[in-house]
């Protein structure tokens, strides 16, 4: 029982010695120079919108191959293996191709409004994704009239909050 008490006391002295070591305030990092010109580099809006637009390419190029991959042809019964297989890759292509640039002037556009109009109102809230969600959307729709581009407005906008409210990036 002794051994035991003496184990105890010297593992109670390993906790508080531990405890008293680590301190309570941490230093702050200064950023390095390199981390300031690849913020300063970032906080352009033009290679924001940039990079915004590649990627969205990027997600609408494989969002068209996934979703050209299902598509069946209508005379699928007359068609050989090949013949399917060729139509399959061909429609796969084309929508590909549209997809990637719909996904790619999305994510530009939405991008560019949503940084000129941060940078113009000098804050980073919930009004800033409003206002890119409806010129994106506008702008997206505006081929089918007044009608549907206001529509679209008010879509791209609400679905723009949802996202912001879900991912929850502004306090």
């Known amino acids: 029982m002794a051994a035991s008490n003496s184990e105890n006391d010297s593992k109670n002295k390993v906790q508080s010695s531990s405890e008293v070591e680590q301190p309570q305030i941490q230093a702050i990092r200064m950023p ?5 010109h690849a913020q300063e580099v970032w906080n352009n809006c033009a290679v924001r ?3 915004s637009g590649v990627m969205g ?12 991959a299902l ?3 209508i005379m699928q ?5 090949r013949q399917q297989l060729i139509y399959n890759a061909k ?18 556009v939405f991008s560019a409004v949503e940084c000129v109009v941060e940078k113009a109102r000098a ?3 919930t009004t800033n994704t409003v206002i890119a969600g409806c010129v994106t959307g506008g702008t997206m729709s ?5 009608k549907a581009a206001c529509v679209g407005c008010a879509g791209f906008a609400a679905f723009s909050v949802a996202i912001e409210k879900f991912f929850d990036r502004h306090t």
Do not use: Y
């Open 91 to 108: 429609q796969m292509g084309r929508r590909s191709w549209s997809s990637a640039k719909a996904f790619a002037v999305m994510g530009l």
């Open 77 to 81: 019964d007359e068609m050989t293996g």
């Open 57 to 68: 390419g990027g997600l609408g190029f494989f969002m068209g191959m996934f979703l050209g």
């Open 71 to 73: 598509d069946n042809p």
């Open 123 to 125: 804050k980073h809230d």
């Open 142 to 146: 505006a081929r089918g009239g007044p």
């Open 49 to 51: 919108s940039v990079v």
């Open 32 to 36: 390095t120079m390199e981390e300031i």
